[in-house]
């Protein structure tokens, strides 16, 4: 069965930063197209940072480019987001997913974590 795990999120003042973690089980990450998206409050899911699964290269919106890194521990079957310089409009709830092969191209998934709420106050 697959399963993705959320954690880490929680409350930051303006400028601060938060590590989430995305733990999986039921594949191997080097199989699967991984991303992280956030639903913000009022707002549709915004996918803005995913790794293909054909080189490993990662991808990032602008809204977050600069200030946001993806990373992933095969050994640990752990996906990792590092989110610096967070601002307000930040606020979400920050979820994983993955999509067996394929590139970031698509912005669909088929498997979802339940997510993790990040907020930052102004």
């Known amino acids: 069965e697959v399963q993705l795990v959320e954690s880490g999120g929680g409350l930051v003042q303006a400028g601060g930063s938060l590590r989430l973690s995305c733990v999986v089980s039921?594949?191997?990450?080097?199989?699967?197209?991984i991303a992280w998206a956030r639903r913000a409050p009022g707002k549709g899911r915004e996918t803005f940072s995913c790794?293909?699964?054909?080189?490993?290269?990662?991808y990032y919106k602008d809204s977050v480019k600069g200030r946001f890194t993806m990373s992933s521990d095969n050994t640990k079957n752990t996906v990792y987001l590092q989110m610096n310089s967070m601002k307000p409009e930040d606020t979400a709830v920050y979820l994983c997913?993955?999509?067996?092969?394929?590139?970031?191209?698509?912005?669909?998934?088929?498997?979802w974590g339940r997510g993790t709420q990040g907020t930052v106050s102004s």
């Open positions: 790794i293909s699964s054909y080189d490993n290269s990662t």
């Open positions: 039921g594949f191997t990450l080097d199989a699967y197209a």
């Open positions: 997913a993955a999509r067996e092969s394929g590139g970031c191209a698509s912005v669909w998934y088929e498997y």
